[in-house]
């Protein structure tokens, strides 16, 4: 059975940061990827940062400067630390994972708020 499993949501303070991690298990074929989507309600599920095996990274538009992520080649868990966090960036957040097909975690909440 397929789990993809987040922890570290909850509540942050303006200017705050954060780090969440990902684990998956019981995925038979490689993983290619893996990643941190977001989203927040009536707005499009939307790219934080993702890193293939190669090493590649990518970085949303929104984070940029502020996210970095972490993901050994082959590994199956990925962590994600995000700086200088603002309301903005209050959202439930995703752990997705690519292999021969895409695997997604239930999401965990992340409240930026004074």
């Known amino acids: 059975q397929v789990q993809v499993v987040e922890s570290g949501g909850g509540f942050v303070q303006p200017g705050g940061s954060l780090g969440l991690s990902c684990a998956a298990s019981g995925i038979r074929s490689v993983i290619y990827a893996m990643g941190w989507f977001r989203q927040t309600p009536g707005k499009e599920r939307e790219l934080v940062a993702t890193k293939t095996n190669s090493g590649q990274i990518y970085i949303g538009d929104s984070v940029q400067g502020r996210a970095t992520i972490d993901r050994e080649a082959g590994s199956n868990t990925v962590r994600l630390h995000m700086d200088s966090l603002n309301p903005d960036d209050t959202a439930v957040y995703y752990c997705?994972?690519?292999?021969?097909?895409?695997?997604w975690g239930e999401g965990t909440l992340v409240t930026v708020s004074s």
């Open positions: 997705k994972v690519v292999a021969s097909e895409d695997y």
